[in-house]
C-alpha cells in the first residue's frame, strides 16, 4: 500500500521533469498515469516496520511508477532519460526544510542521526529492508557505512525493474551538496551494479575540519 502522501510528493517531484518533454495536457496524462500505476505496484510493496526502511524504498516505489507512467507513451530509453532528474528532485526535496538542511550539514547532528538511521534498522533486521555495518571516525574518515542488504534492489528485481536502481544509486552522488563542509562522499562499489556490497565513506577533504556549516559545491561540481 502507498500512502496518500508519498504519492503527492512524488507527483509534485514529477511535474517539472514532465514539463520538459510534455506540454500541459501531456503532464497531466502522466501525473494520472503515475496514479494507476501506484494503484498496480501498491499490492507489491512490502510491509516494513521501521520508519527508517519505509523511507528508503519510498523513491523505489515513486521510480518505478513514474517509469511505469512514462512507459505508455515513451520508449524505453526515452523514458529512462527522465528518471535521473526525478531522481535527483526527490533527492533534493528530501532537504526542503531548513532544520533538514541545518542538521545534515552540521557534523554533530549529522552523525548522530546517521548513527540512528543506521542501528535502527538492523535492530529491525527486515528481508525486505537495508542492513549497515557502521565505520566510526578514523585519520581522515569521518565515517563509513556498509550497505550489505539493499531492500531498493530486491524490490526493483521483483518488480521486473533492475535497471532502474542505478539511477537511484547516483542520487547518493548528487546529495553530497547538503554534507557538512570538509566532507566529501566517496564509493568504489554498488550492489546494483554487482558489488557484494555499498561501500559509503564520507572523507575530510581540509585538514582539521570541524564544526560545520554546508557544503554546498559549484552547479555541476557534483
Given at each position: 500500500?502507498?500512502?496518500?502522501?508519498?504519492?503527492?510528493?512524488?507527483?509534485?517531484?514529477?511535474?517539472?521533469?514532465?514539463?520538459?518533454?510534455?506540454?500541459?495536457a501531456g503532464?497531466?496524462?502522466?501525473?494520472?498515469?503515475?496514479?494507476?500505476?501506484?494503484?498496480?505496484?501498491?499490492?507489491?510493496?512490502?510491509?516494513?516496520?521501521?520508519?527508517?526502511?519505509?523511507?528508503?524504498?519510498?523513491?523505489?516505489?515513486?521510480?518505478?511508477?513514474?517509469?511505469?507512467?512514462l512507459?505508455?507513451?515513451?520508449?524505453?530509453?526515452?523514458?529512462?532519460?527522465?528518471?535521473?532528474?526525478?531522481?535527483?528532485?526527490?533527492?533534493?526535496?528530501?532537504f526542503?526544510?531548513?532544520?533538514?538542511?541545518?542538521?545534515?550539514?552540521?557534523?554533530?547532528?549529522?552523525?548522530?542521526?546517521?548513527?540512528?538511521?543506521?542501528?535502527?534498522?538492523?535492530?529491525?533486521?527486515?528481508?525486505?529492508g537495508?542492513?549497515?555495518e557502521?565505520?566510526?571516525?578514523?585519520?581522515?574518515?569521518?565515517?563509513?557505512?556498509?550497505?550489505?542488504?539493499?531492500?531498493?534492489?530486491?524490490?526493483?528485481?521483483?518488480?521486473?525493474?533492475?535497471?532502474?536502481?542505478?539511477?537511484?544509486?547516483?542520487?547518493?552522488?548528487h546529495?553530497?551538496?547538503?554534507?557538512?563542509?570538509?566532507?566529501?562522499?566517496?564509493?568504489?562499489?554498488?550492489?546494483?551494479?554487482?558489488?557484494?556490497?555499498?561501500?559509503?565513506r564520507?572523507?575530510?577533504?581540509?585538514?582539521?575540519?570541524?564544526?560545520?556549516?554546508?557544503?554546498?559545491?559549484?552547479?555541476?561540481?557534483?
Open positions: 500500500m502507498v500512502r496518500e502522501r508519498q504519492l503527492r510528493r512524488a507527483l509534485r517531484f514529477a511535474r517539472p521533469v514532465l514539463e520538459t518533454r510534455f506540454d500541459a503532464v497531466e496524462r502522466m501525473l494520472e498515469a503515475m496514479r494507476r500505476a501506484y494503484a498496480e505496484v501498491g499490492p507489491h510493496v512490502p510491509v516494513l516496520r521501521s520508519r527508517f526502511n519505509r523511507m528508503t524504498l519510498a523513491i523505489a516505489v515513486d521510480v518505478l511508477a513514474l517509469f511505469r507512467a512507459r505508455t507513451e515513451l520508449r524505453a530509453d526515452e523514458a529512462s532519460a527522465l528518471v535521473q532528474p526525478f531522481v535527483d528532485g526527490w533527492m533534493d526535496g528530501q526542503e526544510s531548513p532544520i533538514a538542511r541545518f542538521g545534515y550539514a552540521h557534523r554533530p547532528t549529522h552523525l548522530l542521526y546517521r548513527k540512528l538511521w543506521f542501528s535502527s534498522v538492523n535492530r529491525a533486521d527486515e528481508p525486505d537495508q542492513k549497515f557502521f565505520l566510526p571516525t578514523e585519520g581522515t574518515r569521518f565515517y563509513g557505512v556498509d550497505v550489505v542488504r539493499c531492500g531498493i534492489t530486491k524490490f526493483l528485481t521483483a518488480m521486473g525493474a533492475p535497471e532502474l536502481t542505478p539511477f537511484i544509486c547516483r542520487g547518493d552522488l546529495i553530497q551538496r547538503y554534507l557538512p563542509k570538509g566532507i566529501a562522499f566517496r564509493r568504489t562499489q554498488v550492489i546494483a551494479d554487482g558489488g557484494e556490497r555499498c561501500d559509503f564520507y572523507v575530510e577533504t581540509t585538514p582539521g575540519g570541524a564544526g560545520g556549516g554546508p557544503g554546498m559545491p559549484r552547479p555541476g561540481s557534483g
